[in-house]
């Protein structure tokens, strides 16, 4: 009696041994790779009165359900050259990005910040969507309404969750990357 047991439980045994092994042995599915690589850039503006030449600045549409012009300067004054960290926070009835500078992008925050209140600092980004999709746009014009010293800026964006998770994986990959190479 005893035999039978034990043969069922060397079944058993090899039977589950033999699922973990063929389970650890798949490889990642492509989806899952592809994150890792996704890069995104930042241009952040800053608000700037109508040239007549127009040499200088832009118009900016921002929001698409009902977009606004906003005139900006041509030169970004940060990117993502300038970026340390970017998150996705959640806050009561959605979301927003949240941007953490670096020393020195923090520095230019500070004296733009200072020297500009009252006008909009107008955020564009390009990324590759997980489905390589590449999409690109103004993501918002929040005001000036006080001096930033401490490097972090956050507000909502014209972009819905997925696209914003995307955005801050290719923002988070460039910042990286930026760093490495920018190591003596």
């Known amino acids: 009696m005893s035999t039978g047991r034990s043969r069922f439980n060397l079944n058993l045994i090899l039977t589950l041994a033999l699922a973990a092994a063929v389970g650890c042995a ?9 994150p890792q690589k996704m890069m995104a850039s930042l241009r952040v503006h800053v ?8 040499d200088f600045t832009v118009e900016a549409p921002v929001y698409r359900a009902a977009p606004s012009k906003v005139t900006v300067e041509k030169e970004a004054f940060l990117t993502e050259a300038n970026l340390s960290e970017a998150k996705v926070v959640d806050e009561l009835g959605g ?10 992008g923090t520095w230019i925050l500070e004296e733009y910040t200072t020297t500009h209140q009252g006008r909009r600092f107008v955020f564009f980004s390009a990324w590759e969507g997980r489905d390589t999709k590449k999409d690109s746009r103004w993501l918002g ?6 001096r930033i010293s401490n490097g972090l ?3 909502t964006p014209d972009a819905s969750r997925e696209e914003l998770e995307d955005i801050v994986l290719g923002l988070n990959n460039a910042a990286k990357k930026h760093e490495e190479d920018s190591k003596w």
């Open 26 to 34: 798949t490889k990642p599915q492509k989806k899952t790779e592809k």
């Open 47 to 54: 608000q700037a009165d109508p040239e007549p030449i127009k």
């Open 95 to 104: 979301f927003k990005i949240q941007l953490q500078f670096d020393r020195q």
């Open 141 to 146: 014009a929040p005001v000036i309404t006080k």
């Open 153 to 155: 800026v956050s507000f």
